[in-house]
């Protein structure tokens, strides 16, 4: 009878340990998706940057003629959380028709700190 006594409530010790590894596996993956969503909605807002950055260079090059009214200081972008366009010319050593410009796309996603698309593109004059 002594040695049944010292024996009883094992199996309950073995079930209890076998949850909390089950548990401690279960948060590892919801941990493990919650930072693949993290990244991947931080790549879809670098791509979303980058055309945005693409698309505001195609438009100067249509209308090389009007490069200064191009030119903006911080234009919201509605689709960026906290979005922000702004082309400026930058100095250059190249041929006096070359026009270097950086277009910079700024934004900021919620709990996370900000960030930026740089873009530096040379537009020649008609």
Do not use: C
């Amino acid at each position: 009878m002594l040695i049944q006594d010292r024996q009883a409530g094992f199996s309950m010790i073995e079930v209890l340990i076998a949850i909390l590894i089950f548990a401690l596996g279960i948060l590892g993956m919801v941990g493990l998706q919650a930072s693949s969503i993290r990244y991947q909605t931080d790549a879809g807002y670098r791509s979303e940057a980058s055309v945005i950055a693409e698309e505001a260079v195609a438009r100067i090059w249509v209308d090389r003629a009007n490069l200064a009214g191009h030119l903006t200081a911080g234009t919201p972008i509605a689709s960026l959380p906290g979005g922000s366009l702004r082309i400026e010319e930058i100095a250059t050593d190249a041929d006096a028709k070359t026009n270097r410009l950086r277009v910079t796309v700024n934004w900021t996603p919620p709990g996370d700190s900000a960030h930026s698309h740089v873009l530096i593109a040379d537009v020649n004059e008609n």
